[in-house]
């Protein structure tokens, strides 16, 4: 170890050697400095500041030893040494633990079955824009449909927060992804007889208040509750089901959203992704009346609403919903010629009904957890005429049909 322990000992007449840990290896480097008591003393003052900036993670062996032979061999060591793969795995290991089950679950997704079989040989620092951008580019090679720009962003959202905690830890000298985000234009070759198909096609497809009743009429008590309630609120399924009769206050005329239970958090309750989508949504008759109607079958349990009417208890997730959905959406389409749907649907039904009632565009958003109205007016524009006051009524009278 050196003088008495401390990582410094008189080499020759004329210099003094130092000895420390750097990145797990026990180096050794010379000061060309004479070995008296003086000196001795500073070779030790700069031991210690050399294990300072180790510690700090600063430390630039080239710098302090620049004719030092194996500056270089630690320089390309350190280079190589941080390869992709397992910096991903250990920066998601804790980056994990502050997700939602469902961006958890998404994530674990496109670190270990996207990103490290592409990119885990790699060093870090040749982990380069061109390099992610040039791969970016090939996912669309094999598959049916071009990936869309949603999907591109959300793995690039992965990478640009991997890569800033590993600048962060000075592994690399920059971020390739910051403040950097590729996407490009999806173009498609069409026949003419497709055109207006694709034209008219819609990802909000809305029920009408005619198809509303006759599904309703087709569900079983409990699920017919629960799809009323969400044809008049507009939550989102995992809203639903997370839902307790604590979550109601009827004094106010609102239930209370503030969390959610999806699919990947394998029967646990969370708190909604966003702080907008924690939200009061005022009781519009038609949803007081499912809920007065659930009273009976759940109310004396004191926790959820609804229930998984297979089992008795509280759906085990929004996933669960779409197995008894299916059956009803059969029958509705075998008896009344209902094209299917998914769920989801409902909320776009809740808010086409609001807008095309002519209800207020921002109270529309707030009701139904958007940031903005810039949502609203991106997805729901052709449902928004003028509105005025009144919010709700007027949606309830023209769409509520009593059963």
Known sequence: MGRNGRGVVARSNKGIEITFQYEGRRCRETIPLPPTAANLKRAEQHRAAILYEISRGTFDYAQVFPTSKFAKKVAHINANSHLVGPFLKGWFEIKRLELKASTEAEWNRTVHNMLVPQFGHLALVDLTRDVIVAWLKSLDHQRPKPISNKRLANIQTVVRQALAAALDQKLVDANPLGGFTYSRKISMRVDAVDVRQLQTKAPVDPFSSEEQAQILALAAPQMRNYLKFAF??????????????????????????????????NGKVETTKTVSGRRRVKLLPPAVAAL???????????????????TGKRWAGHGKVYDVWQVIMRKANKLHGIRYRNPYQTRHTYASMMLSAGEPPMWVSKQMGHADQTMLYRVYGRWMPEADRGAGLRAVAMFDKKE
């Open 232 to 265: 008049w609120t507009g939550l989102r399924t995992s809203e639903l089901v997370a839902l307790n009769w604590s979550d109601i206050d009827w004094d106010a005329g609102v239930v209370k959203v503030w969390k959610a239970m999806t699919r990947e958090a």
């Open 292 to 310: 007065k109607a659930q009273k009976e079958h759940t109310e004396k349990a004191h926790e959820a609403i609804f229930h998984d009417p297979r």
